[in-house]
C-alpha cells in the first residue's frame, strides 16, 4: 500500500513538510481508537486496508492519495477481474466538476470508457444521459502487469534490475496514466490503454478534501456534523463559514464565533493577539507579539535549526503559483510586487526574480527565535506597514527560504516535540474530576466472546485504563498507574454500564 503524501502542499504551507497525512485532526463523535494525537492518516488507513484486505491476491500494489480520506462502512461487491481497478463515488456533476471522473456505458457501469480531469458540470450533465459517471476517489489497484508497466514510464529497465539514471523519472498517474485508460481514452498511449481497467463504485461512501486551508477546515467540519446529503466535502462552492477549530494549543486571545474559518495548532497566542477570519496559525512559539491580524492573513512558524526559526505569513486562499512580477499571483492575497513595493524592497537587490514561481523564490526569512521581536514580525505580516529601514535591512540580512526550500529544511521531529508537549501541558492541568470525565468518554466495542477478558483504553492516554466484562456489565477502572504528574493519584474508582445487546458499550 502508497499512500501519496508528497508534493509541495502549495495551498495547504502549514503541513506541506510533514505531508497532508500527517495533518492533526481532532477527535471525531462516534469514532472509536482515536487518540489526542490524531492524524488523518489514522482515518485514511482504516478504510484502505479494508479494502485491501478484500482485494484478490493477484492485485499487488494500492496506490491511494494522501490528501482525501474515504468514509466507507459498507460491504463491498466481488472485485472483477482486471489490470486496473479504480474505486469511484456518486456524485453530484457540481460535486464531480473537482475531481477526476470515470466515465462508464450505462449498459455496463463497471467498465471504463474513459476518464477526464474536471469537466465542468455541463459537460457531465449532457454525458449522463449516455453515461454513469463517478468522482475518482484516489484510491487505485494494480495487477502485476500494471505495476510493471508503471514502472516502465518510469525508466525501469527490465534486463538491468533497475531504473535508468539516478533513479526512477517523475510520472504522474492522474494527469498521463488514467487518461489513457479506458475504451476510449481521452490520451494516446498505446501500452495503457492495452490494459483493462473496472470501475468500483462505493456505495454510500463520502469523501473529504484535505488538500487546501479552505477544505481542511470544511471537512473536519463535516467529520464531526455530517450533512447526509452531500457525498464529498472540501469545495469552497459549497461550504459555508465555519467555527474555529484548536489543537495543541495555549490560546488566551479571544475567540468569538464571528472569527469564522480559522484554525490554530500547535500555538500559543496570548491575549494580546487580536483575530478576524480565515486564519491558519500552525507553529507559533511563546511570543509576545502583540498582532492584529487581518483577515486573510495566516502564520506558519518553521524549526528550522538550532533556535532557529522561519517566518511564514501567507493568505488562507494563496495558490502559491506564478511569476512574483506577474500581477495575478498573489501573496497575501494581493499581488505579490505589492508586498515588496509597500516595504521599499527592490526585487533585483533582494536577489528575487521576478519571473521566477514564488514557491521556489527566498521570501521567507530564518532568524534566531530571540530575535523575532514585534516590530519586525509585524513588519512582515501586516499589509500596509510603516517605513522601517532598519526592518528592511535586517529582512535583507537575513538568510531566506523558499517554500519548497522548507519542505526539506523544516524539523519536523521539532514540531512533534512541540505538538506532545501541548498535549502533555493540557493534561497535567486537568482535575481529577476532569481526568475521570475523559476516561470514561471512550465507546468500547466488545464482543460477547470476550466475556472475562481485559481491554485497553487510549483515552486521553495509552493503557492509564482498563475495562473487564463478565456476562451482564463493562467495569471501566481508570487513572491509578499513569495519573500525570504532578496531580497525586486518584483512588481507584470503576464505572458500572449495563451491557447493550449490539455489545456496543
Not at 494525537?37 to 484486505?53: P, V
Not at 495575478?328 to 499581488?335: D, G, K
Request: hydrophobic share 40%.
Amino acid at each position: 500500500m502508497i499512500i501519496h503524501g508528497s508534493g509541495q502542499s502549495r495551498r495547504l504551507p502549514g503541513y506541506a513538510a510533514s505531508g497532508k497525512p500527517l495533518t492533526p485532526i481532532p477527535p471525531t463523535p462516534g469514532r472509536s481508537d482515536q487518540q489526542p494525537d490524531h492524524y488523518l492518516l489514522d482515518l485514511q488507513i482504516r478504510t484502505y486496508e479494508s479494502l485491501l484486505r478484500h482485494a484478490p491476491p493477484a492485485y499487488r500494489l494500492m496506490l491511494t492519495c494522501g490528501d482525501v480520506f474515504i468514509e466507507h462502512n459498507h460491504w463491498l461487491p466481488a472485485f472483477p477481474e482486471a489490470d486496473v481497478i479504480i474505486f469511484g463515488l456518486e456524485a453530484s456533476a457540481e460535486e464531480a466538476s473537482h475531481h477526476g471522473v470515470m466515465l462508464c456505458p450505462a449498459r455496463a457501469p463497471g467498465a471504463l470508457h474513459s476518464f477526464v480531469q474536471k469537466p465542468s458540470p455541463e459537460t457531465l450533465r449532457t454525458l449522463g444521459q449516455s453515461f454513469v459517471y463517478t468522482l475518482d476517489t484516489g484510491i487505485w489497484l494494480f495487477n502485476e502487469r500494471a505495476v510493471m508497466l508503471l514502472m516502465e514510464k518510469c525508466g525501469w529497465d527490465d534486463q538491468a534490475g533497475g531504473f535508468s539514471g539516478d533513479g526512477p523519472d517523475t510520472y504522474d498517474i492522474f494527469s498521463t496514466f488514467g487518461p489513457a485508460l479506458g475504451t476510449s481514452p481521452t490520451q494516446a498511449d498505446p501500452d495503457i490503454s492495452a490494459l483493462t481497467c473496472a470501475v468500483i463504485p462505493l456505495s454510500e461512501a463520502r469523501f473529504y478534501h484535505f488538500g487546501t486551508n479552505r477544505s481542511l477546515l470544511a471537512s473536519v467540519r463535516h467529520l464531526q456534523e455530517p450533512a447526509f446529503e452531500q457525498r464529498s466535502f472540501g469545495h469552497a462552492s459549497f461550504d459555508p463559514p465555519f467555527l474555529p477549530v484548536t489543537q495543541h494549543s495555549s490560546v488566551d486571545a479571544k475567540i468569538q464565533a464571528r472569527h469564522r474559518h480559522v484554525w490554530i495548532e500547535n500555538s500559543v497566542l496570548p491575549d494580546s493577539w487580536t483575530l478576524s477570519e480565515r486564519h491558519v496559525l500552525t507553529g507559533i512559539p511563546k511570543n509576545d507579539w502583540g498582532l492584529t491580524l487581518t483577515p486573510g492573513c495566516c502564520i506558519d512558524v518553521a524549526p528550522v535549526g538550532d533556535n532557529a526559526i522561519c517566518l511564514r505569513g501567507y493568505g488562507f486562499d494563496d495558490a502559491f503559483r506564478g511569476p512574483i512580477a506577474d500581477a495575478a499571483t498573489l501573496w497575501f492575497e494581493r499581488s505579490a510586487a505589492d508586498w515588496f513595493a509597500r516595504r521599499g524592497l527592490d526585487l533585483d537587490a533582494a536577489g528575487i526574480d521576478p519571473d521566477a514561481d514564488i514557491q521556489a523564490m527566498p521570501i521567507f526569512p530564518v532568524l534566531p527565535a530571540s530575535e523575532a521581536d514585534p516590530v519586525f514580525v509585524a513588519w512582515v505580516l501586516t499589509p500596509d506597514p510603516q517605513d522601517d529601514a532598519d526592518c528592511r535591512q535586517r529582512w535583507l540580512d537575513y538568510e531566506r527560504l523558499s517554500a519548497r526550500d522548507l519542505l526539506g529544511r523544516t524539523s519536523v521531529s521539532a514540531l512533534l516535540e512541540s505538538r506532545h508537549a501541548h498535549l502533555h501541558a493540557d493534561w497535567d492541568g486537568l482535575d481529577k474530576e476532569s481526568w475521570l470525565e475523559r476516561c470514561m468518554i471512550t465507546i468500547l466495542r466488545l464482543r460477547p466472546s470476550f466475556s472475562g477478558a481485559t481491554a485497553s483504553l487510549r483515552w486521553p492516554c495509552p493503557t492509564m485504563a482498563t475495562a473487564r466484562l463478565n456476562s451482564t456489565t463493562c467495569t471501566i477502572e481508570c487513572g491509578a498507574p499513569h495519573w500525570p504528574a504532578p496531580l497525586t493519584k486518584p483512588p481507584l474508582r470503576a464505572l458500572k454500564v449495563k451491557r447493550l445487546g449490539c455489545c456496543d458499550i
